[in-house]
């Protein structure tokens, strides 16, 4: 079976950095792009950033310049690191991976900024 963990969340100031981290398992890693998605208390789910297979990556206007996706295919593992967090950053933070039409989805991680 198909399974993303993610790991890394917790409460942070305003400020301060977090690195989030995905493990991977029962895909083949390497084919699929892989994304990180939030979504925030009473909000709907937004797109934060995706690295692709070839290792591309790309950032929504929310995160850029801040924010910084990464992948290890050896370890099966694609990592968001978060910098300058701001309270509106709180949120829960899901694992993405996408390949030839097949979706997955982790159980999220909660990233909370506050003082």
């Known amino acids: 079976q198909v399974q993303l963990v993610e790991s890394g969340g917790t409460l942070v100031q305003p400020g301060g950095s977090l690195r989030l981290s995905c493990a991977a398992s029962g895909i083949i890693f390497s084919s699929h792009d892989m994304g990180w998605y939030r979504q925030a208390p009473g909000k709907q789910r937004e797109w934060v950033a995706t690295?692709?297979?070839?290792?591309?990556?790309i950032y929504a206007d929310s995160g850029k310049g801040r924010f910084a996706i990464s992948r290890d295919n050896a370890k099966k593992t694609v990592y968001l690191q978060m910098n300058s967090l701001k309270p509106e950053d709180t949120a829960v933070y899901y694992c993405?991976?996408?390949?030839?039409?097949?979706?997955?989805w982790g159980q999220g991680t909660q990233v909370t900024v506050s003082s």
């Open positions: 993405h991976a996408h390949d030839s039409g097949f979706y997955y």
């Open positions: 690295v692709s297979s070839s290792g591309t990556t």
